[in-house]
């Protein structure tokens, strides 16, 4: 039933668009299923929206706006395949019609879960992933994909067609990966949600330190991957680390929104019930296995941070041990250096120094910003000033985050004049 007052234009869209946002995944999914194809199935999608867009200023929006846009785009997808059968009469596109009320059994029977591995699938480059999947499952538009990682629009809107092609050309099948490419293809998917997340916590570039919308859409994506899948540890854990990083948004940022490195934050200002859903789920992960996976233990880390009071009842002991147990899982060189890192608070300076000046000395994170900007603070903790001003000034040389070089060229002038700790 539609409402009896029809509504203004403007305030229609806005419904819409709030709407779409939350509906549009859902409704994608079950179109690709039917015809097995992610472009078109967003293109049907899409022609729902505008059929929204055109009536519902007129007549209202309808009492159960979901169902709506997911009946229009149904009939719209049964038309596609009709059409399909006349001009091919192709055996399989036959089939089609018939699914549209039984999903195929993959054993695990949801559409929005088959879309996630299509969208993230390794056949793709890594950006034209991260933008296929805030296009298809975080409702975000082709323009506030661009804003978001400052990438021209065009760049943006020929990646999205392009990872449609590519999905096409190379037949990905519209299903959840059988158990032999299960673990790498579930791999790909939660990178694909933690570097939207981290492009959203630590910008790479532009005026702003953080980016909060991206964060909110990456916890939103694995929110619903961990409902989906509530007995894969790394999932959980994965969720378990965003909601503990984004319980320190409004601490992150100063009053005129200059950054504020972690041991510096005002912790009361930290989100206790996002602290608090991150330990459930940091649990509920450490239960599902014996062999704690990445994503696990970098939240168990997370974790030591958010139970500590004050930054000095931090339990660097903890943290160094849980980072020799990641370094043990993966060759990453930052990993190495945020060991480094937690070295340097459990045993002094000098013993992250020296972890730091292998790091150099092996020359993959030369163009790493945070590379001298973690050698420059063990500098200045050592009383070596001159040599930790050089190197936050080649810090800040190396990074495009405006926000970021302002403040490590402010620790460079402040460093000499600085107490030795």
Not at 34 to 42: Q, T
Not at 54 to 71: I, K, Y
Request: net charge negative; charged share 25%; with cysteine.
């Amino acid at each position: 039933m539609l409402s009896s007052v029809a509504m203004g234009a403007t305030e229609a869209h806005r419904s819409i668009e709030a709407l779409w946002r939350i509906e549009s995944p859902r409704i994608i999914a079950g179109l690709a299923r039917l015809v097995r194809d992610v472009g078109i199935a967003e293109e049907l999608a899409q022609d729902a929206l505008v059929t929204a867009l055109e009536q519902w200023p007129r007549t209202g929006v309808p009492d159960n706006p979901g169902a709506w846009l997911t009946t229009t785009a149904k009939n719209r997808a049964l038309d596609w395949l009709r059409r399909q059968r006349m001009l091919a009469r192709h055996h399989e596109a036959l089939g089609y019609e018939l699914e549209m009320e039984a999903p195929a059994d993959d054993g695990i029977g949801d559409d929005l879960l088959r879309l996630i591995f299509v969208a993230c699938h390794p056949v793709l480059a890594t950006e034209a992933r991260t933008a296929l999947t805030l296009r298809l499952l975080g409702g975000l538009t082709t323009t506030e994909i661009a804003r978001a990682f400052l990438v021209p629009e065009p760049t943006i809107a020929q990646r999205i067609v392009r990872a449609k092609r590519a999905l096409s050309d190379a037949r990905v099948p519209f299903e959840v990966p059988g158990s032999g490419a299960f673990a790498e293809r579930l791999s790909s998917v939660l990178e694909v949600i933690y570097l939207i997340f981290n492009e959203g916590y630590s910008a790479t570039a532009g005026a702003d330190w953080m980016r909060p919308a991206l964060c909110e859409e990456a916890l939103r994506i694995g929110r619903v991957l961990a409902g989906l899948m509530p007995n894969a540890s790394e999932v959980h854990g994965l969720v378990a680390l965003m909601e503990i990083q984004a319980s320190r948004t409004r601490a992150r940022q100063g009053p005129d929104g200059e950054p504020v490195l972690l041991m510096d934050q005002d912790r009361a200002l930290w989100d206790r019930l996002s602290i608090g859903r991150g330990l459930a789920s940091l649990a509920r992960a450490e239960v599902l296995t014996e062999r704690p996976g990445t994503y696990l233990l970098q939240a168990a880390i997370a974790a030591c941070h958010a139970r500590a009071v004050t930054a000095a009842d931090t339990d660097w002991a903890r943290i160094v041990t849980l980072y020799d147990d990641l370094t043990a899982l993966t060759a990453s060189p930052v990993i190495e250096l945020n060991r480094a890192v937690a070295i340097a608070m459990a045993r002094g300076p000098a013993a992250g120094l020296e972890l730091v000046d292998r790091l150099v000395v092996d020359g993959r994170l030369a163009h790493y910003h945070l590379l001298p900007s973690v050698r420059g603070d063990l500098l200045a903790r050592l009383g070596r000033r001159d040599e930790a001003r050089r190197e936050f000034e080649r810090a800040a040389s190396l990074t495009q985050n405006e926000r970021e070089r302002r403040l490590l060229l402010d620790r460079s002038e402040h460093v000499v004049h600085a107490v030795d700790r």
